[in-house]
């Protein structure tokens, strides 16, 4: 299995499948609402400096960082001030259901009936019209002085632009799709020589749109009543209404047949939302197993390992060590201390005092996961080979004795116990105490049971022994002697 | 305060009172024993932080034990 998808497996809960799901589908959403606006160009513009801003984080590029953040924040702005209208009319135009998750697979149709129709009406009656059609090219940047219009294409929208008496008549009309974006417009003229003189101004103008973009224009000359199609810098008079819409069909990718339109538009809508998961499974991944890191500090037990059964540990100097580290930051919050072990192994130990360096193979890390510092980075522990030793026991008296009284006698039973421990430890020790004793109520002859004090912890008793003393002790007045 | 007497010492020896509080050796005195009998004592002062159980172990010139006495320093 590749590394990465062991790091993967390792980490990922469902609640990340549901994270990137969920992201995936507003990113896919935003995607679908905003396609074909300018606004989406913007959001992806966005985007970009979003990641940007992440890549000089990483890189500690301070400076850009902090002009990045301010640029990303005036583009906000700018967004909220620039395109107000658009944004309106983004949420009046589409419910709620359209924005969370209809996916519209019939195309803005445009009305090809309809301006052809109206068109050979307006020359009918000798009214001059200049009609943009854009095609996959944006015609913004060469249209001049336009009026917003918004308005959807009809019959008679379109005889009233076009009528003389209308302030907004000189000009072009654009449409996209079914509306009528601009009016009045003012396209740039062609500065092509040797035309024929029954061109006026608005071929002129048909004929230097089309010569910077693959708009489709038609022109209607007022004087003779004929209709042309300019396209591509060239200019063709249409004879009739049908021979235009035919025309108009091709030039808006309407003669292609419907259902192949709609297979392409789902197949579209299904390669965007692979690309919305792609996007956010790698955004998710690389705050999850790389790019933003964090650091803990974890207190972890030692673990002694191997250790040779004859072997025991009378000492320590730490039962635990302080371990840095580095990693994911979704890794360092979620990392359970228990996954992290230090492990000794002492098969090398020897009787006596020995000193460990930690090293990194003695520690182990949950996937993903680096060391940064141990504290402390050696450790001394004794260690001694188990031996038994018989030892006498003495009692542990504590307090006051009554006035008045004296401790005649102490009898213990038994008198000494089998211990078991490290040999160094046992060849130091003579002695064995019981629990303290408090003396305090030691008021007449009597007997108690108590336990032995096993110190150091390593020490125990012998199999087989019990862990207590029995105290049989014989107390009498004290005799005051007194002067004759 | 320790004492000790020895009766029928057939020459002049030594002996040693350690005095132990659990189990570290505090005090050790040397005595001198001179035929034909002789008592010898061994005595410390005792602090507050002397409180305790303590032994004195009582042993010959070559180190062998004679006598073990065992007791507490209460308050």
Not at chain 1, 45 to 52: E, G, H, R
Not at chain 1, 442 to 468: T, Y
Request: some cysteine.
């Amino acid at each position: 299995m590749p590394l990465f998808l062991e790091k993967l497996l390792a980490i990922i809960r469902w609640q990340d499948v549901l994270d990137i799901l969920l992201n995936s589908y507003i990113l896919f959403r935003l995607y679908i609402i905003l396609r074909g606006t300018r606004l989406f160009l913007v959001v992806v513009f966005i985007f970009v400096l979003l990641i940007l801003q992440q890549i000089v984080s990483i890189t500690s590029m301070i400076l850009t960082h902090t002009v990045l953040q301010g640029i990303a924040a005036l583009t906000a702005i700018g967004v909220l001030i620039v395109f107000r209208y658009e944004i309106r009319s983004l949420f009046q135009a589409k419910g709620i259901k359209d924005i969370l998750w209809h996916v519209s697979t019939k195309p803005i149709v445009t009305p090809v009936e309809i301006i052809a129709g109206s068109v050979y009406q307006l020359a009918r009656k000798r009214i001059g019209a200049l009609i943009v059609l854009p095609g996959r090219q944006p015609v913004d940047a060469a249209i001049q002085n336009s009026v917003s219009w918004n308005g959807e294409v009809s019959r008679e929208m379109i005889e009233t632009i076009f009528w003389p008496d209308n302030p907004v008549h000189d000009g072009a009309a654009v449409i996209q799709g079914n509306q009528i974006n601009r009016v009045a417009a003012i396209l740039p003229l062609t500065e092509r020589s040797g035309l024929p003189m029954r061109f006026g101004t608005r071929h002129r103008a048909a004929i230097g749109l089309t010569e910077r973009s693959d708009a489709l224009v038609l022109v209607v000359s007022e004087e003779r009543g004929e209709v042309s199609l300019a396209h591509m810098g060239q200019v063709e008079t249409v004879k009739d209404a049908a021979q235009l819409e035919k025309r108009l069909r091709q030039h808006t990718g309407m003669a292609s047949d419907s259902s192949r339109r709609a297979t392409n538009d789902r197949r579209s809508a299904a390669i965007a939302f692979g690309l919305s998961l792609l996007v956010v499974s790698s955004v998710w991944y690389s705050y999850s197993l790389g790019f933003v890191r964090s650091l803990t500090t974890v207190e972890v037990p030692i673990e002694f390992v191997k250790r040779d059964a004859r072997l025991e540990i009378i000492e320590s100097s730490s039962t635990s060590v302080r371990i840095q580290l580095s990693g994911s930051l979704q890794l360092i919050n979620r990392l359970d201390p228990s996954q992290i072990k230090v492990r000794f192994d002492l098969s090398k130990a020897v009787a006596g005092r020995n000193s460990l360096t930690i090293t990194d193979d003695d520690i182990i890390l949950p996937p993903g996961a680096s060391l940064k510092k141990v504290e402390p980075s050696s450790i001394d522990i004794m260690v001694d080979t188990i031996g038994q030793k018989r030892l006498p026991v003495q009692v542990d008296w504590t307090g006051t004795l009554p006035p008045g009284i004296l401790v005649e006698s102490v009898r213990l039973e038994p008198q000494t116990v089998e211990v078991t421990g490290g040999q160094l430890l046992l060849n130091e020790m003579d002695t064995i105490y019981t629990a303290k004793v408090p003396v305090d109520e030691l008021q007449k002859s009597d007997e108690q049971r108590v336990a032995l004090a096993l110190v150091p912890a390593s020490l125990r008793l012998a199999p087989g022994q019990g862990n207590s003393i029995l105290i049989t002790y014989t107390v009498r007045p004290r005799q005051l002697v007194t002067s004759p | 305060m320790c004492f000790t007497a020895f009766d029928h010492v057939p020459e002049q020896t030594s002996i040693f009172h350690d005095w132990i509080r659990q189990d570290k050796l505090v005090f050790r005195k040397k005595l001198v024993l001179k035929p034909p009998r002789w008592s010898s004592v061994s005595s410390i002062q005792l602090r507050e932080a002397d409180k305790g159980v303590w032994r004195v172990e009582i042993r010959d010139a070559d180190g062998n034990f004679l006598r073990i006495l065992r007791f507490s320093i209460t308050d």
